[in-house]
């Protein structure tokens, strides 16, 4: 996304924050091919038989975003990364569902290797990924919101850092962390 694309996308938050419907329906064909790459980026790291298309986790994800009033969104990286978390969380939702129902067969692998590689893991795997996030959010906050940003929606470490108004430096310190504790936590041997 280009600077000036940015620019015109936080102009368009901010109107929104402020109440202005109509900033809404010009910020969404703004937004939507990059909101597109996000939901592929979460839908390849889901098990096969998924029943989640791109567009449904989009919309899914732009209910929720369209229900936060007074959300202050701060620029575009801001949006992003909490649409990113958004889709996390709909997703995560529907592996519960999945295990709540006591299907089984539904797999798929989640690894934290730099090249976000999956291969099969249930979905009782991805809720203890996601019980640990929580855990690590608990311990830091700042730590749970990069893996969030980064494994989760591909979001680069420059953009991470301005999201969060720390330098790429620290993003790198942060996410090397986290990684070996989040593998530590679930008991995962470093690849």
């Not at 795997?125 to 893996?147: C, Y």
């Amino acid at each position: 996304m280009h600077q000036g694309s940015s620019q015109q996308i936080t102009a368009l938050l901010s109107e929104w924050g402020e109440g202005d419907t109509t900033a809404l329906e010009q910020l969404m064909p703004l937004v939507y091919d990059e909101l597109r790459k996000m939901a592929r980026h979460h839908l390849r790291r889901q098990p096969a038989g998924h029943t989640f298309q791109t567009t449904d986790l989009i919309h899914e994800a732009y209910l929720k975003l369209a229900n936060r009033e007074g959300a202050g969104w701060q620029n575009s990286a801001h949006f992003f990364a909490v649409a990113s978390t958004a889709m996390r969380h709909i997703l995560v939702d529907y592996a519960r569902s999945k295990q709540s129902q006591k299907r089984g067969g539904w797999q798929e692998r989640v690894t934290l290797n730099d090249d976000f590689a999956a291969a099969g893991e249930q979905a009782k795997e991805i809720l203890a990924l996601d019980d640990a996030l929580q855990q690590l959010a608990k311990l830091d906050e700042r730590k749970s919101r990069i893996v969030e940003m980064k494994y989760f929606a591909g979001i680069t470490n420059d953009q991470i850092a301005e999201v969060l108004q720390v330098s790429p430096e620290t993003v790198k310190r942060d996410w090397r962390f986290a990684r070996t504790w989040l593998l530590r936590e679930l008991g995962v041997q470093k690849p």
